[in-house]
């Protein structure tokens, strides 16, 4: 016994072939768009990760490998739980979900195992502006956070010293000429606080004898500074 299709249900099941074709297109695209950008990624010069909307990484260069201490076959496939403590995995999921839905890219600092990472995570979107997958490059600052570290310290030193002494100590900017800082104990030898002097121009702020010194003086120190001489990183006018 044969049975006959009719119009219509032929009509549904090329609309159903149709259908099933154009998704297999669109998942040939998305598969060739995702091969061709993981290529560009491959050589960047930090470490990168590329992750699908559900939070999966799809690819991962080799500096991003190293980062997590594994090798690019043991991350394709894993999550940030995967590499991360619960609070990290957790802010940086709500970044990438920021990402989404903005559509542009979010930086943010994290600090990882003792290390401090800036990243930033890009959305990847298709031609119809639609978001399919998330970029996250991640760079090491932990020897720039050091070093900014160090100087903080080193100014409140320097400003604990030089707002408990005497002396008066300043700072000038060679170009513009104006004091950047001066110590408070200016005003025991002019009357005038720190702020007022520093609003001042250097021939408001200096008498004509200190004024002479100082523009005969500073070309002779800038000289000797630019040519190596460390006596002049620092020291008094005298």
Not at 80 to 87: E, I, Y
Not at 197 to 224: C, I
């Amino acid at each position: 016994m044969t049975h006959d299709v009719s119009r219509e249900e032929m009509k549904e099941r090329m609309s159903q072939l149709t259908q099933r074709v154009s998704e297999l297109e669109k998942m040939e695209h998305t598969f060739r768009e995702t091969r061709n950008l993981a290529k560009l990624l491959e050589f960047a010069p930090h470490a990168v990760f590329l992750l699908d909307l559900s939070g999966r990484v799809v690819f991962a260069n080799k500096r991003g490998a190293a980062y997590l201490g594994r090798s690019v076959e043991e991350i394709q496939g894993s999550t940030l739980r995967d590499h991360f403590p619960a609070d990290v995995s957790e802010s940086r999921r709500l970044k990438g979900t920021e990402a989404i839905r903005l559509k542009k890219a979010v930086s943010f600092e994290d600090r990882v195992a003792g290390h401090w990472y800036y990243n930033t995570v890009y959305p990847i979107m298709n031609d119809r502006n639609e978001v399919t997958h998330l970029a996250i490059y991640g760079i090491d600052i932990t020897d720039r956070k050091g070093a900014e570290q160090s100087l903080k310290e080193s100014e409140m030193r320097y400003r604990l010293i030089s707002e408990n002494t005497d002396d008066v100590i300043w700072t000038l900017d060679v170009a513009s000429k104006r004091f950047m800082y001066v110590s408070p104990s200016v005003k025991k030898l002019r009357g005038y606080t720190a702020e007022e002097v520093v609003a001042q121009p250097m021939e408001e702020a200096l008498t004509p004898g200190s004024l002479q010194m100082v523009t005969r003086m500073l070309p002779e120190r800038l000289s000797a500074f630019y040519a190596g001489d460390a006596s002049t990183r620092c020291g008094a006018m005298r």
